[in-house]
């Protein structure tokens, strides 16, 4: 039981390690690059396994609350809004957005669940593709002569890549931190018990439909928080990176990691961000084309024959009282 | 104002959209009916039945006998590649979805998503990332019929799929085999104890809807006279709304959803917004599980528990 | 009446599966559901907690009316149940399976559980406390920290009572909860039914083995297509001829 917190604290331990290793070698550009692209991976995956994880509702338009998030903080940022007052206002946006969509979703089934959540991502990527006075369409944000504000803590400008992927990695830092504490509470075992059945969950005095709208509503603020960091890393948002094949990319990572396993989400992204990368450096361009081809066939195969993940799920043990 | 000068266009248009609609949506309905699975990786079969049909018609119309022959030609590239679609749809079923049948419904959802990311990918790295053209094989006559001007490819594509779609209801209501699919899919348990062997009929059933969703693929091509490794993802989601409109699991209901949707989605282009044309589809898919899960003609019950 | 169900009818797709079937139970009363099977029993049960709404009739409990509340609420206000066919949150431990139970009466929000405030720790505390008491008393000492999945079929149906017993209910609907045990653990499953009405529940149960029924119920009720057709004490149901014909098949 030990084992698993240990192996946690071991892994972050080894990043930081390994980031304050990076800080030496600023001309690793392209390392710090794609960890710092996994680090926002692991976001998104953190929140969106807190719905398919824990709660078991698929969700396969969950892409368009990091759009919702990254757009938010485009066009305030273009406003004049600083990233730390963008960073609240967005989370609110996105997490309204999400569930005023997600409350009348919640009695739905499964299957047409993740349905309908497919169609609130294609819808979403439509507005911002053709509402061209707020979004500026395909061209994306911010417009011409507009700018996303670089983000500033104490009168220290963040505009080195490491400084960005820091940022990135004390927001993950904090966002496994609050998952944990709300897993190892009331609501997330209510949120695991839904997973599990959710007419004796309901049968048990949990009110499975205002939860389950929790579960949706809490995952959004890692998504808004994805996003809107990653606007002002990029400086740029444009309707291409919100696709539904985004989405799918995402349950890809949930599933393979193991859901309801941060640890294995972490690995997920890991494994689907991290690996290509590197096999496209020791293979060549080429295998970046396979990517997508390989990972479709690893979710049929994982489905089969190792459904619970590469790191499955393990229930903590309570320390037992007499 | 409804000016009928363009409301008549719009409509053939609907009605020729809709029957590509009414033909793939019955390969969702009728996997749906037995498993209760919405088939994610359908859509890729509608493309990959679109390239069969190239191949097949590419390779055909190199011989003189077939290029004088429409019909002979038309039956053979339609007969081959329902053939190859329908042995695809099945050999997708015993890999990804079979050994998933015990499991929770997600799971083989989240199969068929891999299957349809892996063909999508298969289909653009082993032909083309560009868009292909399609042979036109006979040409597109204007006919006037009253205020309505109609062409031949959408005669012909209007006519394919009723005629497909009429086959289906006889199949299915006045075959024995077609009696088997329907015992299985009102109860799959009991029609297992009359003796009927269900993974045969599923294997059937997954045959006969892939085969009809190649043939809309290729009436798309001829539609459109074009087609690309990406172009599943649309019409599957359209036609899986038109079987969900119809009554998910209810065979004419996919055609009265499919023929629904593509009078409702030209309209709304041609009325409201042709930039939005994609988004009503969504909607009325959102729209229709939320207030009317059972659809139009379903008379499903809800799961027991 | 502590419950009274009132002329209770459920129709699925026009077939009537209930037909205005009455039943009342006293406090800490013992009350057996039998008939055979398809006689609409378990649908009976689904109406009383919640799952589906009754076409027709009335539902009190405690003086009110519940008829057409949640399941959820039907088990906030004391009524818990168990289900024919095992419905444990399998990959959750046992104590975790049992601390649902404390769902609704836990007093903390996400706040206290994001910042550990002390009302967290102090109801955690107390939620741990209680759900180890309910296992000790169930019969699962020991076992806690194990995944319910790798309980033994008896520990299961024994751990699905627990959760029940979890809801602190005062009253307790068991569908079969003798069902595929052997002679001594249907023994101990008596024992358990026993020790639970002397906590104050009243208990309804569906049970086939006749043993237990006679053996401890202080009435039944004896459903057959879906309508009530005897009621009464053991030893009047034992020589009721309508029960016997429903039992033995003996119609004509």
Not at chain 1, 100 to 122: H, N, S, W
Not at chain 1, 212 to 233: D, P, R
Not at chain 2, 37 to 42: G, L, Q, S, V, Y
């Amino acid at each position: 039981m030990l084992k698993k917190a240990k192996l946690l604290e071991i892994f972050f331990i080894v990043i930081i390690a390994l980031a304050a290793y990076l800080l030496h070698l600023k001309q690793e550009f392209y390392l710090v690059h794609i960890l710092s692209l996994a680090g926002i991976y692991v976001l998104l995956a953190l929140g969106l396994n807190m719905v398919i994880g824990y709660t078991g509702l698929l969700d396969l338009g969950f892409i368009a609350f990091y759009a919702i998030g990254a757009y938010s903080a485009a066009l305030l940022s273009s406003k004049g809004f600083s990233f730390w007052a963008i960073l609240p206002i967005s989370i609110l946006i996105t997490c309204a957005f999400r569930f005023l969509l997600g409350k009348p979703l919640m009695r739905l089934r499964g299957d047409y669940l993740a349905i309908v959540t497919l169609g609130f991502g294609e819808i979403t990527r439509l507005i911002l593709n053709n509402w061209d006075a707020l979004t500026n369409g395909p061209k994306g944000l911010p417009r011409v002569g507009e700018t996303i504000r670089p983000i500033t803590l104490f009168s220290f400008h963040l505009n080195s890549e490491i400084s960005y992927f820091y940022l990135i990695l004390f927001f993950v830092a904090a966002s496994i931190f609050a998952i944990r504490r709300i897993e190892r509470s009331k609501i997330g075992r209510a949120f695991v018990a839904i997973r599990e059945d959710e007419i004796a969950a309901e049968a048990m005095g949990i009110n499975t439909s205002y939860i389950k709208l929790l579960s949706f509503t809490i995952s959004a603020v890692f998504a808004a928080l994805a996003g809107v960091i990653y606007a002002h890393w990029i400086g740029f948002v444009s309707p291409e990176s919100f696709s539904f094949w985004e989405s799918v990319f995402l349950v890809c990572m949930v599933v393979l990691g193991g859901m309801g396993n941060i640890l294995g989400i972490i690995f997920g992204v890991i494994l689907l961000v991290g690996l290509p990368e590197f096999l496209r450096i020791t293979l060549g361009g080429e295998f970046v084309l396979y990517r997508m081809l390989l990972f479709g066939l690893l979710m049929v195969i994982m489905t089969i024959l190792r459904p619970q993940g590469i790191i499955p799920e393990k229930r903590r043990a309570l320390e037992l009282k007499d | 104002m409804a000016n009928s000068a363009i409301i008549f266009p719009e409509l053939v248009n609907g009605i020729t959209l809709g029957a590509i609609y009414a033909l793939i949506s019955l390969g969702y309905t009728m996997v749906y009916g037995v498993l209760l699975m919405i088939n994610f990786a359908h859509s890729e079969i509608v493309m990959a039945g679109a390239f069969f049909g190239l191949f097949l018609l590419s390779f055909f119309l190199k011989f003189t006998f077939f290029q004088n022959n429409l019909l002979l030609l038309l039956t053979s590239v339609f007969l081959l590649s329902m053939c190859v679609s329908g042995i695809l749809g099945a050999a997708i079923e015993r890999l990804a979805y079979r050994p998933l049948r015990k499991t929770n419904r997600l799971m083989p959802l989240i199969s068929a998503i891999g299957v349809s990311l892996f063909l999508q990918n298969l289909f653009m790295l082993t032909l083309s990332p560009e868009a292909k053209p399609y042979p036109s094989v006979f040409p597109a006559v204007n006919f006037q019929l009253g205020a309505v001007t109609i062409n031949s490819i959408q005669i012909f594509i209007i006519i394919i799929s009723i005629l497909f779609m009429v086959a289906l209801e006889y199949f299915v209501n006045r075959t024995k085999l077609g009696v088997a699919i329907k015992a299985t899919s009102s109860d799959i348990e009991t029609a297992k104890l009359m003796g009927i062997n269900t993974n045969s009929i599923i294997s059937l059933v997954f045959f006969i809807g892939a085969a009809l969703g190649g043939v809309a693929g290729i009436l798309v091509g001829m539609y459109y006279g074009s087609i690309k490794y990406n172009m599943g993802f649309t019409y599957g989601i359209k036609a899986f709304t038109a079987a969900v409109l119809g009554g998910i699991g209810n065979i004419p209901g996919a055609m009265l959803g499919g023929f629904m949707l593509g009078i409702l989605e030209s309209l709304g282009a041609a009325y409201i917004s042709s930039a939005y044309k994609d988004v009503f589809a969504f909607i009325i898919l959102i729209l229709v599980l939320i207030f009317k899960p059972t659809g139009l003609l379903g008379e499903r019950a809800q799961d027991k528990c | 009446m502590f419950f009274a169900a009132e002329n209770i009818s459920k129709n699925f797709e026009g077939l009537k599966v209930l037909d205005h079937v009455s039943l009342e139970v006293g406090e800490k009363e013992i009350l057996a559901l039998i008939g055979p099977n398809g006689a609409g029993k378990t649908t009976f049960f689904n109406i009383l907690s919640g799952i589906y709404t009754p076409t027709e009739g009335k539902i009190r409990f405690k003086g009110k009316s519940i008829a057409g509340l949640a399941s959820y609420q039907i088990a906030e206000r004391g009524i818990a149940r168990t289900f024919q066919n095992l419905r444990l949150f399998p990959q959750m431990t046992v104590l975790e399976n049992i601390l649902s139970g404390f769902f609704f009466k836990t007093r903390y929000g996400l706040a206290d559980a994001l910042f550990k405030t002390k009302r967290f720790k102090q109801e955690e505390e107390k939620d741990v406390r209680e759900a180890c008491e309910i296992s000790g008393f169930i019969g699962l000492k020991n076992k806690e920290n194990e995944l319910a999945r790798n309980l033994s079929y008896g520990e299961q149906k024994k751990l699905e009572i627990a959760r029940a017993l979890a809801l602190d209910p005062s009253l307790l609907l068991l569908d079969e909860p003798t069902a595929g045990m052997n002679h001594k653990e249907t023994e101990n499953m008596i024992d358990l039914i026993r020790k639970i009405r002397e906590g104050g529940i009243a208990v309804i149960l569906i049970e086939h083995d006749m043993k237990v029924v006679m053996n401890i119920s202080d009435r039944i009720i004896v459903l057959d297509y879906g309508e009530t057709i005897a009621e009464g004490r053991p030893e009047e149901i034992r020589n009721n001829e309508k029960v016997i014909e429903a039992y033995l098949g003996k119609r004509t």
